[in-house]
T-cell receptor, first 110, second 117 residues
Framework: GQNIDQPTEMTATEGAIVQINCTYQ??????LFWYQQHAGEAPTFLSY????GLEEKGRFSSFLSRSKGYSYLLLKELQMKDSASYLC???????????FGAGTRLFVKA | DAGVIQSPRHEVTEMGQEVTLRCKPI?????LFWYRQTMMRGLELLIY????????DSGMPEDRFSAKMPNASFSTLKIQPSEPRDSAVYFC???????????????FGSGTRLTVV
């Protein structure tokens, strides 16, 4: 079956670092994505991992271990505007279909 | 690039009425997806198209839902008759599918917030 698990909510302090974990079990795998979704808005693309290891993009980094079915999103130097939902998503083989996790709501407090 | 364009942004309709949601994907993208998002169920894939052809509609909840993509620049999602449980935000997304290499991710439209009363 298809299953993506991530924590429901997390709270962190402005300026700190937070790690959002994601585990997945899917029938196919063509890449793992992280999307950011602010309340009332559409999801927007953050990162993409297809090979094992760490991808860094500014304050955001994403890690993938395909053998463990595990990924994390690392957010550094947190800002208030980072308060949002973060969606872990796995693209099926062939790139046709992406399954989304339920999302992790991150609250950044002053 | 104007991104993925959806209309209307908001729709309030009475139970039993027909609802049509519209989407214009990004020019050059060859895959189009319709998702529904609710608090209880998150983002659910309803149907997707590749090169205007429906590939998988197994996520469409029931026969009341139908989707078309008559050309590369336009798609519709229709609900007839609508029911209160259809109330949700409906997102359209598009991507450039590279076959076995997958895509570089999706670009989502702003969504249509549907309320059926």
């Amino acid at each position: 079956g298809q299953n993506i698990d991530q924590p429901t909510e997390m709270t962190a302090t402005e300026g700190a670092i937070v790690q959002i974990n994601c585990t997945y079990q899917t029938s196919g795998f063509n890449g793992l994505f992280w999307y950011q979704q602010h309340a009332g808005e559409a999801p927007t693309f953050l990162s993409y991992n297809v090979l094992d290891g760490l991808e860094e993009k500014g304050r955001f980094s994403s890690f993938l271990s395909r053998s463990k079915g595990y990924s994390y999103l690392l957010l550094k130097e947190l800002q208030m505007k980072d308060s949002a939902s973060y969606l872990c998503a796995v693209e099926d083989t062939g790139g046709f279909k992406t399954i989304f996790g339920a999302g992790t709501r991150l609250f950044v407090k002053a | 690039d104007a991104g993925v364009i959806q209309s209307p942004r908001h729709e309030v309709t009475e139970m039993g009425q027909e609802v049509t949601l519209r989407c214009k994907p990004i020019s050059g993208h060859n895959s189009l997806f319709w998702y529904r998002q609710t608090m209880m169920r998150g983002l659910e894939l309803l149907i997707y198209f590749n090169n205007n052809v429906p590939i998988d509609d197994s996520g469409m909840p029931e026969d009341r839902f139908s989707a078309k993509m008559p050309n590369a620049s336009f798609s519709t999602l229709k609900i007839q008759p609508s029911e209160p449980r259809d109330s949700a935000v409906y997102f359209c997304a598009s991507s450039h599918n590279r076959g076995n290499q997958g895509s570089y991710g999706y670009t989502f439209g702003s969504g249509t917030r549907l309320t059926v009363v």
